[in-house]
């Protein structure tokens, strides 16, 4: 009788050792699905974006000044759904001989817009500091607001590129041809003074 009761307790322990060890992953899981839940979550200003209607064309359009930096707009387009973008030049007809600044808008509303602001918060939330022979990135931040500055020298030729998110709503980029990454700085300023 001994032996089967010696079973029995040794049965019962490793029953209710497995079943601790078994609480505790489970634990461990729900932490894990819990941490997962908590990092996919957006922002209310993200979540709001998808409810909220795109502009038409002309209206983003109109969004796009009649002189940047001391540039004119020389000409827009809408490559893009809920996109316009605009180029500025002295130049008459700028092409990539000339100096110029495009600025392109993208109207986050809506799940198409919503997605791509998502994306772009979290790539300009990020600490960048890159240095290359020619080229370097980063992030800052400039009158309030997160940006993300680069530059590149390719042949002689400057390339410069500035993005954020304006209002919480629109990503801007802004890009010079032959300007350096001050010239963008200026023509965010700017395009700050512009009513969104």
């Given amino acids: 009788m001994r032996p089967i009761f010696l079973i029995l307790i040794f049965i019962l322990f490793v029953t209710s050792s497995c079943k601790q060890s078994s609480e505790k992953e489970n634990n461990l899981i729900e932490e894990k699905i819990d941490e997962l839940e908590n990092s996919t979550k957006v922002g209310s200003w ?4 998808i409810t909220t209607e ?3 064309l002309d ?5 796009l000044p009649k002189q940047l930096a001391g540039l004119p707009l020389r000409s827009s387009d809408s ?7 605009g180029t500025y030049s002295l130049s008459t007809d700028p092409n990539h001989e000339t100096e110029n600044i495009t600025v392109k808008i993208l109207d986050g509303a809506g799940n198409y817009g919503f997605g791509h602001v998502n994306a772009v918060h979290k790539m300009i939330a990020m600490e960048v500091n890159n240095k290359g022979d020619n080229n370097w990135a980063k992030t800052q931040d400039h009158q309030g607001v997160r940006i993300l500055l680069k ?6 030729i400057q390339f410069s590129e500035l993005q954020y998110i304006k209002q919480s709503r629109y990503h801007i980029t802004l890009t010079g041809r032959r300007y350096d990454s001050k010239k963008l700085l200026q023509a965010k300023s700017d395009l700050g003074k512009t009513d969104f």
């Fill in 79 to 85: 490559p893009a759904p809920q996109t316009v973008i």
């Fill in 46 to 49: 993200q979540q709001n974006l």
């Fill in 151 to 156: 530059e590149e020298l390719v042949k002689d």
């Fill in 54 to 56: 795109a502009l038409q």
């Fill in 59 to 63: 209206q983003l359009k109109a969004k």
